[in-house]
């Protein structure tokens, strides 16, 4: 059962560059950079914090450690190594260049893209990358740096997101900044119902067109949201792990987990590892824990890899061919684990 979840081919669509950074590459940034992180931090003990706030502060800390264009290369190339390791095929993750501001977002993009580079020769896998709008700052602050990123066009940026602190920053005020990104021919997504209600999740749909949502959970309190979700295919991008540090939902094994009901509601929820080194886990573990702890049989873990890829920002050509691939790699592999293998 441990291999199952890390050779089952997957793609991974709702992760962090930011949160990704491994404990010890963060001291030694911090180090190498002369950033102070926290009074007395260590390697165990970087990664603790209550809740989404708390989380924040600490996340906002380890991005200024990262400094210099090899420093870029070397966390995206260590976070795609990762993902590798628990078999994800193609990855797209969300970069906050706004979170290094003595860093030219140029610098930082270069080393994003040498990274992905360098991830793809290694491991033969395929990344894209959305930069996220920090909704603390407001839709002046967003205008501005969607033209910064805008400036920076490259075929690895495919979207844009919106992510940081929900509660009370409302979608509604971002919906001229994601017209503009859409009309650029940019993708876009965002995080909703994580922190915030489920207004927000309907937020998200009217007033910024988006056809993915970020985490999403507070959905299930809203039947006639979740019918509509369903009947329009929103994909939802989920990460169990997290659930347990930034939301009310922290027992994983509660039948009223909102990951449970969403998957039960018919709605198109994808398994994501969101902050990996943050919350204590990997894209593998995070299968494990869908499997184990959110009543996902089998053919749904089947069906939400499916999912993931049908959802993803791959050229559709791309998506028809993986299909066919996975479907019949995800069956020979389901048929091993059934002989007992
Ligand atoms: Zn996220």
Known sequence: ????????PKAELHLHLEGAILPATAMDLAARNGVTLAAGARVETLYRYDDLA???AVYGAIARAVVSQDDFRRITFEMLASCAASGARHVEFFISPHAHPDVPFATQFAGIRAGIAQARAAYGLTALFAPGINREQGPAAAEAYLDACLALRCPEMAGIGLDYNEAPYPPEPFAAVFARARAAGLQITAHAGEGGPAAYVAGSLDALGVM???HGYAVVNDPDLVARCRAAGVLFTCCPSTTRFTTI????TAPDHPIRR???AGLRVTINSDDPPFFGTTLAEEYRIAHRDLGFSLADIRASILTGLAGSWLPQADKDRLAGEWAQEIDALLQDHADGL
Request: charged share 35%; glycine share 4%.
């Open 54 to 56: 708390g989380f924040l």
């Open 212 to 214: 993915r949502i970020d």
């Open 262 to 264: 969403m998957k039960d």
């Open 249 to 252: 939902w922290r027992d994983l």
């Open 1 to 8: 059962m441990t291999d199952l979840f890390t050779l089952l």
